[in-house]
């Protein structure tokens, strides 16, 4: 296993988070029936569009959402009747030509009518991808059907049905650990950046913390108010834990405020209709691989991410998100690289060790010969000095004369030197 990478925990939320994530268009389109005049303003339909995020839930198609991203409201009607206050005024619809204000007093004689249905519009919703993961182009529109809603009043929660497999799954946290302080991460596709940036398909990822456990509707709701930003178009994205796990769906703000006072519907809800609908929040095997390999990518193990990976994109090649760790997994060091790089070292250190004793050994051997030397130059030449001085220091008794070791008579008196002294 090799070093592992200098990684940003926001690098792996998004890592974890994106593949799963999805931008949503809603359309509502309607023909609007003047009571008093009997008859439909005009020959086509009155269409007003709304933007969401949503998340996979389950491999099979099944996408979770705010409930009010898909509900026919008060604001759904607001908006197509506004446009037709316009089209009256501009188009002098009334004789009398009344001012807009007036036209719009109007409106409670007016009824929004489907293409075949009465009282209510008609819906389109389409969801794209940001990343390819689904075998589909990135930002292809899919269409998706409304399976079941809970308006804001109820838990504002959704599901949503596409025609998929094999996608990559966000699981739900059961928010045992959840509380104030817990750190998060909003996801979702803020419209208002679309305003102003080039319009794509990568979402938002805004880091905070849950700043408080609330209730609505009387105490019978609860919800997360959060510090992370959310904007408009985020509504219906998933607020994650540092994991990836589901803490909430976006929900709603108090508007006006210049702080962020952010909530977020408790996974709970979205739990509540699975369950409903007999759907199970499941991973599937390509949820498994993937997550499987970004945490031995994110661990450093080269060997166990790539196998993942290639799981991954065995079964949906088009894993945009699976390419790219994969190349990345393929950069890290492999174990045969680190294991001959661990000899190396290891020799390495054993030949300088081996050279540090014998430099100890030769420093502690030179002064012992030395030594020995020494002593042995002493014993070999002190008798002959001995011998030496004693020569010297001969005299002969009688006269005093100086003679040689070996000499028997005095050569100056002739006396007997048997009893010479030194």
């Known amino acids: 296993m090799s070093e592992p990478p200098p990684v940003a925990p926001l690098e792996q939320v998004q890592a974890l988070v994106q593949p799963a994530v999805v931008y949503e268009q809603i359309t509502w389109s309607g023909y609007v029936y003047d009571e008093t005049n009997k008859g439909y303003f005009t020959q086509e339909p009155f269409v007003t569009s709304f933007q969401c995020t949503g998340f996979i839930v389950n491999p099979d198609g099944y996408i979770a959402t705010a409930g009010h991203c898909v509900d026919y409201d008060a604001t759904v009607r607001e908006a197509i009747l506004s446009q037709v206050v316009e089209w009256a005024y501009a188009n002098e619809y009334y004789e009398a030509t009344p001012s807009m204000e007036t036209i719009a007093t109007f409106a409670r004689n007016w009824r929004i009518d489907g293409a075949s249905t009465e009282g209510t519009a008609d819906l389109d919703v389409s969801v794209a991808y940001g990343v390819t993961v689904s075998g589909e182009p990135s930002g292809k529109a899919l269409p998706a059907r409304v399976v079941d809603l809970r308006p804001v009043g109820e838990g504002d929660v959704a599901l949503l049905k596409i025609e998929a497999e094999n996608l990559t799954v966000l699981p739900l946290s059961d928010n045992s650990t959840t509380g104030v302080g817990t750190e998060v991460v909003a996801v979702g596709y803020p419209a208002s950046v679309d305003l102003v940036t080039d319009a794509s398909f990568n979402p938002s990822f805004k880091e905070g913390t849950i700043s408080a456990e609330k209730t609505t509707e009387g105490g019978l709701l609860p919800v997360y108010e959060i510090s992370a930003a959310v904007s408009g178009g985020m509504s219906g994205g998933p607020t994650v834990g540092l994991t990836g796990d589901v803490i909430g769906v976006n929900s709603f703000k108090i508007e006006g405020e210049t702080q962020p006072f952010n909530f977020v519907q408790p996974s709970s809800n979205i739990d509540e209709l699975l369950r409903a609908e007999g759907v199970e929040n499941t991973l599937g095997p390509v949820t498994e691989q993937y997550r499987a390999g970004l945490a031995a990518y994110f661990a450093g193990d080269r060997e166990v991410a790539i196998e993942n990976f290639d799981a991954v994109l065995s079964t949906v090649p088009s894993h945009q998100f699976a390419q790219d760790y994969l190349q990345k997994a393929e950069e890290l060091p492999s ?54 001085a004693h020569q010297e220091d001969l005299f002969c008794p009688n006269c005093g004369a100086r003679h040689a070791a070996d000499d028997h008579f005095c050569a100056h008196c002739g006396h007997p030197l048997g009893d010479s002294v030194a």
């Not at 045969?336 to 100890?360: E, N, T």
């Not at 502690?364 to 030395?370: F, K, L």
């Not at 030594?371 to 030496?388: C, F, G, L």
């Open 335 to 388: 174990s045969s690289a680190l294991l001959r790089m661990w000899w190396l070292w290891l020799l390495i250190v054993l030949g300088l060790v081996a050279v540090a004793l014998v430099a100890i050994v030769a420093v502690r051997r030179r002064p012992a010969e030395r030594a020995a030397t020494e002593a042995q130059e002493t014993s070999m030449t002190t008798p002959a000095a001995i011998s030496a």
